[in-house]
């Protein structure tokens, strides 16, 4: 992998409405683990979200890789829009 990749969250959004599972006759969760095959060639691993398109069906997964050298502002910058609905609950309720 090339080193500037370093320096960079990848993120790659897996949607199973976006498989072609009728051309390769694999079932959901058979595609699913291609996927993640695929991906972790790259080092992206599967991530929890709280996004509302990755959550509305289990196949469904945000994959991710966080470069040696990103800062660590820039993780938690992630973090927070990663679970973006926890933390606009959050701030909702501290608000009150």
């Known amino acids: 992998m090339d080193p ?10 897996e949607y199973y409405w976006h498989w072609d599972l009728k051309g390769t006759n694999l079932s959901i969760w058979e595609y699913r683990k291609v996927m993640e ?34 800062k660590e502002e820039s993780i938690q910058q992630f973090e927070t829009l ?8 959050r701030s909702y309720r501290e608000g009150l």
């Open 82 to 89: 990663r679970f973006l609905k926890r933390h606009q609950i």
């Open 37 to 70: 095959k695929m991906m972790a060639s790259g080092g992206l691993l599967p991530a929890p979200t709280d996004d509302p398109e990755i959550i509305s069906h289990p196949a469904n997964c945000l994959m991710v890789r966080i470069g040696s050298k990103v």
């Open 4 to 13: 500037f990749m370093e320096n960079y969250i990848v993120i790659s959004t």
